[in-house]
Nanobody
Framework: QVQLVESGGGLVQAGGSLRLSCAAS????????MGWFRQAPGKERIIVAA????????YYADSVKGRFTISRDNTKNTVYLQMNGLKPEDTAVYYC?????????????????WGQGTQVTASS
């Protein structure tokens, strides 16, 4: 069992930055690939970024490439999402998730554990 707790969301002006953190319980954090997803009102939950167990492989949705960076610290059981150049269309609830996959999966169905989500709002 893995418990995930996100933090770092908030309200920023367009062009601003936020860093989301996701702290995981347990001693097997390095056994999980991690992902960040987001869900806007009335829309489906979609992948934002994912990172493999070791951090050697990453994936980014086209909409965030060059602006967002996913990273992880296996000594702190934490995965991060640095978000720069935020746009109003980035506004959503952001979720972190853990997958037993060794890669960096992009499908929601590949993830086994989910956090409760944190709201990110970028105002125009």
């Amino acid at each position: 069992q893995v418990q995930l707790v996100e933090s770092g969301g908030g309200l920023v002006q367009a062009g601003g930055s936020l860093r989301l953190s996701c702290a995981a319980s347990g001693r097997t954090f390095s056994s999980y690939a991690m992902g960040w997803f987001r869900q806007a009102p009335g829309k489906e939950r979609i992948i934002v970024a994912a990172i493999s167990r070791s951090g050697g492989n990453t994936y980014y949705a086209d909409s965030v490439k060059g602006r967002f960076t996913i990273s992880r610290d296996n000594t702190k059981n934490t995965v991060y999402l640095q978000m720069n150049g935020l746009k109003p269309e980035d506004t959503a609830v952001y979720y972190c998730a853990a997958s037993r996959s060794s890669f960096a999966p992009v499908a929601t169905g590949a993830y086994d554990y989910w956090g409760q989500g944190t709201q990110v709002t970028a105002s125009s």
